[in-house]
């Protein structure tokens, strides 16, 4: 005999899968997919199932616990009510007086019985007159209550040893001084048994020492915890398969005396999951033997024509969109075909129309002047126009190998103090938050030339974010600021240099005719027009200084009291010249805050010539403030027109002419650039400025942060230095 050659584990699956039909194939999977998924839902069905159960037993029994817990406190309210009733009747009080003691005890021992409770007594100065019921200690509950100096109440007494707790009232006897009726009944199984009739669950009542005796018992944990912890416990005790409430017995005074406990056995939920949990599986092999045989059937059905359009499929995925799909014989293979037909037209339509539109977009894009180039997520260069490669002096034959390539690598751009723009101001980074944007670019090439250019870079679209570059020459920027800065300067510096002309020109002319007065009010127009070209200078070389980003802010301690009173003293004289008033309201003392003092009077400098401007001439303009503990804010508010609407950040833009609510620009109006500096120095000292409208005026509020430490510390430094600098002066 020859021996039969062995076959590799796997060939021999594939080769058994191979003979299998689809039609048993599909119907096996499909009965394996249904099998583990009924099995997964029955087991989260059940688990679910259990834990819904286990939260409405808690409930339950917690609804119990609270409901025994009002019981007990019902009971309360009824013995106080007892005794007060008892303590009024006229039979009592007619036996009291008479001081029959055995026509006491009868009367006593009749209104126990007809009330049901257990016990009752009649006490005069501590002593027990006369009592009815089991043998209780009605002097130590009086003792302990302090039942004497209260008209009526309630107890909770907790005997000595492992007896029932005591719950009672009592009532001072009307016109019988120190004379008490006490009720009480005992907490004992009776009562228990009485409460678990109420509530429809077994419940137990222990007092404390009760409940601390038994620690083998395993709700020994719970009780020592309701008890400590003076608070309800519910839970699921798995040792006793109960759920289990435990709820404290306050005393008056508050204190856990005792613990009321209410159980629900676990064999009721059980008994209901087991019944769920078999009736789950008698349905679940239904369903599985169901759905076998309606899988064998329809598979055998689907199974001929798909095998036909899983090859229309193949050919149409290899690229053959020319070749026709066939219609199936039935309604849903039949729509599937005529669906798969479909998409072949379609795609077919698709594939000329895009060869078509990439053609176009091509030749757009080859035939415009500026150069366009795109970039992915990484800023990797995905395309390169020939006119992009020109001006990036990448020669055709070397335009491919950009393609891939780190954007920062092929552009080059300009290392600003060392560091790539790349890494802190990329425009292509920016466009991705703020929309649009433009960068200027100073390039260096690889043969060695420099150019500028201008990037404009557009949001992502569809990981993809088109970037068009224009050149930009050093010549016609230069000629672009030089306009604009003579514009301006020619604009702004006319009015205050005519003003001072003028002025000079009466000085020159009348000098000997006029009078001090009069020569004052000249050579105060002189400075006032001094000191708005000084401002106008100011914030012209502040401009140029943020704008070239060599605008450094110094870290010193600044007291704003100080800034305050000079930005003040600069612009009193332009508050004079319209009779204006500077009303000053800030806390004191100002703390000190870490920044360059020179810039922060040169922001208040600006907010109080904004407020001069715009404040009707004879008014008043107001500078106050508050202080917290992380930030100081600082405002100037004027009586001006206020603020038009929609006004926003347009406002603290640069060369911005703001025109109030009325419309009409000031007669000094300015370049636009001193609230746009003030937040330009704000922002950088970690603050921020805003615009309010108040009333008819406006409120600048400029807000600084402060911080403890370092006020405290820099504030010792700074008295330090001052006494160094008089020693120094001592010594000289």
């Given at each position: 005999?020859?021996?039969?050659?062995?076959?590799?584990?796997?060939?021999?699956?594939?080769?058994?899968?191979?003979?299998?039909?689809?039609?048993?194939?599909?119907?096996?999977?499909?009965?394996?997919?249904?099998?583990?998924?009924?099995?997964?839902?029955?087991?989260?069905?059940?688990?679910?199932?259990?834990?819904?159960?286990?939260?409405?037993?808690?409930?339950?029994?917690?609804?119990?616990?609270?409901?025994?817990?009002?019981?007990?406190?019902?009971?309360?309210?009824?013995?106080?009510?007892?005794?007060?009733?008892?303590?009024?009747?006229?039979?009592?009080?007619?036996?009291?007086?008479?001081?029959?003691?055995?026509?006491?005890?009868?009367?006593?021992?009749?209104?126990?019985?007809?009330?049901?409770?257990?016990?009752?007594?009649?006490?005069?100065?501590?002593?027990?007159?006369?009592?009815?019921?089991?043998?209780?200690?009605?002097?130590?509950?009086?003792?302990?209550?302090?039942?004497?100096?209260?008209?009526?109440?309630?107890?909770?007494?907790?005997?000595?040893?492992?007896?029932?707790?005591?719950?009672?009232?009592?009532?001072?006897?009307?016109?019988?001084?120190?004379?008490?009726?006490?009720?009480?009944?005992?907490?004992?199984?009776?009562?228990?048994?009485?409460?678990?009739?109420?509530?429809?669950?077994?419940?137990?009542?222990?007092?404390?020492?009760?409940?601390?005796?038994?620690?083998?018992?395993?709700?020994?944990?719970?009780?020592?915890?309701?008890?400590?912890?003076?608070?309800?416990?519910?839970?699921?005790?798995?040792?006793?398969?109960?759920?289990?409430?435990?709820?404290?017995?306050?005393?008056?005074?508050?204190?856990?005396?005792?613990?009321?406990?209410?159980?629900?056995?676990?064999?009721?939920?059980?008994?209901?999951?087991?019944?769920?949990?078999?009736?789950?599986?008698?349905?679940?092999?239904?369903?599985?033997?169901?759905?076998?045989?309606?899988?064998?059937?329809?598979?055998?059905?689907?199974?001929?024509?798909?095998?036909?359009?899983?090859?229309?499929?193949?050919?149409?995925?290899?690229?053959?969109?020319?070749?026709?799909?066939?219609?199936?014989?039935?309604?849903?293979?039949?729509?599937?075909?005529?669906?798969?037909?479909?998409?072949?037209?379609?795609?077919?339509?698709?594939?000329?129309?895009?060869?078509?539109?990439?053609?176009?977009?091509?030749?757009?894009?080859?035939?415009?002047?500026?150069?366009?180039?795109?970039?992915?997520?990484?800023?990797?260069?995905?395309?390169?126009?020939?006119?992009?490669?020109?001006?990036?002096?990448?020669?055709?034959?070397?335009?491919?190998?950009?393609?891939?390539?780190?954007?920062?690598?092929?552009?080059?751009?300009?290392?600003?103090?060392?560091?790539?723009?790349?890494?802190?101001?990329?425009?292509?980074?920016?466009?991705?938050?703020?929309?649009?944007?433009?960068?200027?670019?100073?390039?260096?090439?690889?043969?060695?030339?420099r150019r500028t250019i201008v990037i404009t870079s557009a949001a992502p679209a569809e990981?993809?974010?088109?970037?068009?570059?224009?050149?930009?020459?050093?010549?016609?920027?230069?000629?672009?600021?030089?306009?604009?800065?003579?514009?301006?300067?020619?604009?702004?510096?006319?009015?205050?240099?005519?003003?001072?002309?003028?002025?000079?020109?009466?000085?020159?002319?009348?000098?000997?005719?006029?009078?001090?007065?009069?020569?004052?009010?000249?050579?105060?127009?002189?400075?006032?027009?001094?000191?708005?070209?000084?401002?106008?200078?100011?914030?012209?070389?502040?401009?140029?200084r943020i704008e070239s980003g060599k605008d450094t802010i110094r870290r010193q301690p600044?007291?704003?009291?100080?800034?305050?009173?000079?930005?003040?003293?600069?612009?009193?004289?332009?508050?004079?010249?319209?009779?204006?008033?500077?009303?000053?309201?800030?806390?004191?003392?100002?703390?000190?805050?870490?920044?360059?003092?020179?810039?922060?009077?040169?922001?208040?400098?600006?907010?109080?010539?904004?407020?001069?401007?715009?404040?009707?001439?004879?008014?008043?303009?107001?500078?106050?403030?508050?202080?917290?503990?992380?930030?100081?804010?600082?405002?100037?508010?004027?009586?001006?027109?206020?603020?038009?609407?929609?006004?926003?950040?347009?406002?603290?833009?640069?060369?911005?002419?703001?025109?109030?609510?009325?419309?009409?620009?000031?007669?000094?109006?300015?370049?636009?650039?001193?609230?746009?500096?003030?937040?330009?120095?704000?922002?950088?000292?970690?603050?921020?400025?805003?615009?309010?409208?108040?009333?008819?005026?406006?409120?600048?509020?400029?807000?600084?942060?402060?911080?403890?430490?370092?006020?405290?510390?820099?504030?010792?430094?700074?008295?330090?230095?001052?006494?160094?600098?008089?020693?120094?002066?001592?010594?000289?």
């Amino acid at each position: 005999m020859h021996p039969v050659p062995s076959l590799h584990p796997v060939n021999t699956l594939r080769a058994s899968l191979r003979r299998i039909r689809l039609s048993t194939l599909l119907a096996s999977i499909n009965v394996a997919l249904l099998l583990v998924a009924v099995a997964g839902v029955a087991l989260v069905a059940l688990h679910l199932l259990q834990q819904l159960a286990d939260q409405q037993a808690l409930a339950r029994v917690s609804q119990a616990g609270v409901s025994a817990q009002h019981a007990l406190s019902r009971s309360g309210d009824d013995l106080g009510i007892a005794a007060q009733v008892l303590a009024e009747r006229p039979t009592l009080k007619h036996d009291l007086d008479s001081g029959d003691s055995a026509a006491l005890a009868a009367y006593l021992d009749q209104y126990r019985r007809s009330s049901q409770f257990d016990g009752c007594a009649v006490l005069l100065a501590g002593q027990v007159l006369a009592a009815s019921g089991p043998a209780l200690p009605w002097a130590d509950i009086q003792a302990q209550e302090g039942a004497q100096s209260v008209a009526g109440g309630q107890f909770l007494y907790t005997q000595p040893g492992k007896l029932p707790l005591l719950l009672g009232g009592w009532a001072a006897v009307p016109g019988e001084a120190g004379a008490l009726v006490l009720t009480a009944d005992q907490l004992d199984a009776r009562f228990a048994q009485q409460i678990s009739a109420q509530v429809e669950l077994p419940v137990a009542i222990l007092s404390r020492p009760a409940a601390l005796a038994a620690t083998s018992d395993p709700r020994y944990a719970l009780r020592q915890r309701a008890l400590s912890n003076n608070r309800a416990i519910v839970a699921y005790l798995s040792t006793a398969a109960v759920y289990l409430d435990i709820e404290p017995i306050r005393a008056p005074s508050g204190e856990a005396v005792g613990v009321l406990e209410t159980t629900l056995p676990a064999t009721d939920t059980a008994n209901t999951l087991r019944q769920f949990t078999e009736t789950l599986i008698v349905l679940a092999v239904c369903v599985i033997a169901l759905a076998a045989a309606i899988s064998f059937f329809i598979g055998r059905r689907l199974g001929r024509p798909l095998r036909t359009l899983t090859i229309a499929a193949a050919r149409i995925g290899g690229g053959d969109l020319a070749t026709p799909v066939r219609s199936a014989p039935s309604a849903e293979i039949g729509t599937l075909a005529a669906t798969l037909e479909e998409m072949r037209a379609r795609l077919l339509r698709l594939t000329g129309d895009l060869r078509r539109q990439q053609a176009e977009a091509e030749a757009i894009l080859t035939g415009i002047v500026e150069g366009v180039f795109t970039v992915d997520r990484e800023r990797r260069i995905r395309y390169l126009n020939p006119q992009a490669a020109a001006l990036l002096g990448v020669a055709p034959e070397q335009a491919s190998g950009a393609i891939g390539r780190f954007c920062g690598d092929v552009l080059n751009p300009q290392r600003r103090d060392g560091v790539r723009p790349c890494e802190e101001h990329c425009p292509i980074v920016h466009a991705r938050f703020r929309g649009a944007t433009q960068a200027t670019e100073h390039l260096t090439l690889a043969n060695g030339q420099r150019r500028t250019i201008v990037i404009t870079s557009a949001a992502p679209a569809e990981e993809q974010q088109v970037q068009v570059m224009r050149d930009e020459s050093a010549i016609e920027t230069t000629r672009r600021l030089r306009d604009t800065v003579l514009a301006n300067i020619s604009h702004e510096f006319k009015t205050p240099l005519a003003a001072q002309q003028a002025s000079i020109e009466l000085l020159l002319e009348q000098l000997p005719q006029l009078s001090l007065e009069q020569a004052s009010d000249l050579v105060l127009a002189l400075q006032r027009g001094t000191l708005r070209l000084t401002q106008l200078i100011d914030n012209l070389l502040e401009s140029v200084r943020i704008e070239s980003g060599k605008d450094t802010i110094r870290r010193q301690p600044v007291a704003l009291d100080e800034v305050i009173e000079e930005a003040l003293d600069m612009t009193r004289p332009l508050m004079r010249l319209r009779s204006q008033e500077a009303i000053i309201s800030l806390p004191y003392p100002l703390p000190l805050v870490r920044g360059d003092a020179p810039r922060l009077t040169q922001v208040f400098v600006n907010l109080l010539a904004n407020a001069n401007k715009f404040a009707p001439a004879g008014s008043t303009i107001s500078l106050g403030g508050m202080v917290d503990e992380r930030q100081v804010t600082l405002w100037v508010e004027d009586e001006g027109p206020g603020l038009p609407q929609g006004a926003g950040a347009a406002l603290f833009a640069r060369f911005e002419r703001f025109a109030r609510a009325t419309g009409e620009e000031p007669e000094q109006s300015g370049m636009g650039l001193g609230l746009w500096i003030a937040k330009s120095i704000i922002e950088r000292h970690g603050g921020q400025i805003a615009a309010e409208r108040q009333g008819t005026g406006t409120r600048l509020c400029v807000t600084l942060p402060v911080s403890q430490a370092i006020e405290v510390v820099e504030m010792v430094e700074v008295v330090e230095a001052e006494e160094r600098v008089g020693n120094e002066d001592t010594g000289r």
